[in-house]
């Protein structure tokens, strides 16, 4: 079992910038990937951006070009830097951590509101 914790969401102003952090931790097999989804108030879950075990990256099209994913050295960690951020992209986002082989792991989320 992975446990994900996430940090660093909060309000900001639109325009303004926000950077995620997720840390894996417990058994981690070699080959993964990470990522970040978000959930709207009454909409479904919905894919951010992916990064894999080569680093590889994948973004929703409402946020390519505004939003960047990486990983840390550590590899179990992996960030999200949101800039230009617009009242549409208030959501909780959730950490995910998908291994080759066995199920997905979830962090418990963190709130992203753009507001003025």
């Known amino acids: 079992q992975v446990q994900l914790v996430e940090s660093g969401g909060g309000l900001v102003q639109p325009g303004g910038s926000l950077r995620l952090s997720c840390v894996a931790s417990?058994?981690?097999?070699?080959?993964?990937?990470m990522g970040w989804y978000r959930q709207a108030p009454g909409k479904q879950r919905e894919l951010v951006a992916i990064?894999?075990?080569?680093?590889?990256?994948n973004y929703a099209g409402s946020v390519k070009g505004r939003f960047t994913i990486s990983r840390g050295n550590a590899k179990n960690t992996v960030y999200l830097q949101a800039d230009s951020l617009k009242p549409e992209d208030t959501a909780v986002y959730y950490c995910?951590?998908?291994?080759?082989?066995?199920?997905?792991?979830w962090g418990k989320g963190t709130l992203v509101n753009v507001s003025s």
């Open positions: 990064i894999t075990s080569s680093g590889r990256t």
């Open positions: 995910n951590f998908r291994p080759v082989i066995g199920v997905d792991s």
């Open positions: 417990g058994t981690i097999s070699s080959i993964y990937n």
